[in-house]
């Protein structure tokens, strides 16, 4: 049976909104020391991050204690529909794209690619643990990540959400990028891998 993927979005939407404040702020800590513990963290290079709205999960105290080598991005929304990625420390100036979103004031023309990047950090609407992931539905990491359809890494892929995004399974589409990892606030799935992490 197909599942209606937009009345799933809205019902997962919907959970993660309806998350009180002191588990955000506890999930966001948690994740970023399950991130910071992947064992294939790169030890240098450009991390694509996101700007958390609409309720995800928050990637703030990840950027804060990513190891030095390590450059910190937001995504930028090019005109030829695809990411690009600009290095962003907080203060540095933002504007705002065509779906709300902030991302630095740099010409989207001149970020980097998604091949530049040693890792990116998706968010997630959901997922299951063998690795299929749920997004907004527009496409944007589908496509610049498309390339890993015939390499695996790099750029590691890592999605990000709370433990209430979980479902059981999840039917996957033929262009869905499968990430690496996915990090919640309390457990760690490898997918790709021949074990996963139990839940803390």
């Given amino acids: 049976m197909t599942q209606d993927r937009a009345s799933l979005r809205r019902e997962l939407r919907q959970r993660r909104r309806g998350l009180p404040a002191a588990t955000r702020i506890a999930g966001a800590e948690a994740l970023a020391a399950r991130i910071l513990a992947l064992p294939f963290l790169p030890r240098e290079g450009y991390v694509a991050g996101y700007w958390a709205l609409d309720g995800e999960i928050g990637l703030h105290v990840l950027q804060l204690r990513l190891p030095p080598g390590l450059v910190y991005c937001l995504p930028l929304l090019h005109g ?27 010409e989207p023309a001149s970020g980097l690619t998604a091949e530049a990047l040693a890792m990116a950090v998706m968010p997630l609407v959901g ?28 750029p590691w892929l890592v999605g990000a959400a709370f433990a209430a995004q979980q479902v059981p399974a ?8 499968l990430p690496d990892a996915i990090c919640t606030e309390n457990a760690t799935f490898l997918p790709r891998r021949e074990h996963r992490s139990e839940p803390a």
């Fill in 80 to 106: 030829d529909d695809q990411l690009r990625f600009a290095p962003w420390r907080p203060g540095d100036p933002l504007v705002t794209n065509r779906f709300g979103i902030p991302e630095p004031d740099v």
């Fill in 170 to 177: 999840l039917d996957a589409a033929g262009w869905d990028v």
């Fill in 127 to 154: 997922f299951d643990d063998a690795g299929r992931r749920l997004g907004m539905g527009g496409g944007w990491y589908d496509r610049a990540f498309a390339f890993r359809h015939r390499r695996p890494a790099p």
